[in-house]
């Protein structure tokens, strides 16, 4: 398995596409300013990551799927650590629009 970081700059499109719609649903939901949420956050991705690392490593050393040579690229893991960032506020967003009925709280 290589490690490569010389990748399409698409790559960084996607990273703050995600990072972007990230701020955009924070900000909407008026909770960027509390540092608990901003912890909690960054703890969930950081979980999130460490299981998606694991899961490719165990898929890729037993076989599931492989990596050609040059198609690992290193900003794999910071989109996938937005992505998540992502996750948590659109969870949250619909969270506070079908439970709590009031929308963007």
């Known amino acids: 398995m290589n490690v490569f970081f010389d990748f399409n700059s698409s790559w960084y499109i996607l990273l703050f ?7 955009i649903l924070m900000v909407m939901r008026r909770n960027w300013k509390a540092k608990h949420e901003v912890k909690e ?3 969930l991705a950081l979980g999130g990551m460490i299981s998606l690392a694991l899961m490719e490593f165990f898929a890729v050393s037993t076989g599931l799927w492989n990596y050609t040579p040059g198609n690992w690229p290193v900003i794999l893991w910071p989109t996938y650590f ?19 009925r009031s929308p963007m709280v």
């Open 41 to 43: 956050q960054v703890m």
């Open 17 to 23: 596409a995600f990072l972007g719609a990230w701020a």
């Open 82 to 100: 937005a992505a998540i960032l992502f996750g948590y506020q659109l969870l949250r967003t619909i969270e506070s629009l079908f439970l709590h």
